[in-house]
């Protein structure tokens, strides 16, 4: 898949002014009720900032038909879903572990940053060209635009790789092993499946 369509994906949320909704996956601003809100939300205060941000949303003339609702992971998962990346509902932290550590000073377009504590990851963002990070903020911002010197951690992932085996792999003994097993394994693990990075090819 092409790195830059995955941006102009993300880009597009923000140009559409997305809002921030605890738990949000998609759900049209324009559509989704004041009880849903109350029931999404993990408290009244929160139910009423979100409902409060919609307000200056209308106020500003933005079109709630094309505006949607996510959380931090929620817009990242999205997209991935759309295309075909993976399926199902992940948190900051399921992201974080399905990647490659990396230094923030080498954070690239198609990289994902975090916050949070060292064990466990609680915001998510999405890194584009020139340093910009896309994020779905909070419920006083919707879509935001920060920069990768903004964040604590960053990860790489082979979603966007020309991913190809070089040799046919199977279970021998000793096991095979090399770059191109570890490679491959690094791919399961950005894909969803749990797969420890050996660089050894095993049945488990």
Known sequence: MNVKDFTKDIKRKYDNHCAYLWGGSGQVVSKTTLGTIIDMEDSKAHAVKVVKHVADMIDKGYNLDKAQFFDCSGNIVDSLNKFGICKGDLRANDLFV???????????????????????????????EDGKVYECKGRDYGMYISKVEDWQYAARYTWFDDFKLTRK????KPAMSGADVMNLQKALGSHGFPCAITGTFTEN
């Open 98 to 128: 399905m990647g490659t550590s990396i230094s923030l000073k080498n954070a690239k377009e198609g990289d994902l940053v975090f916050n949070g504590e060292p064990t466990h990851k609680n915001h998510v963002g999405y890194v584009a």
């Open 169 to 172: 792999l199977k279970l021998t």
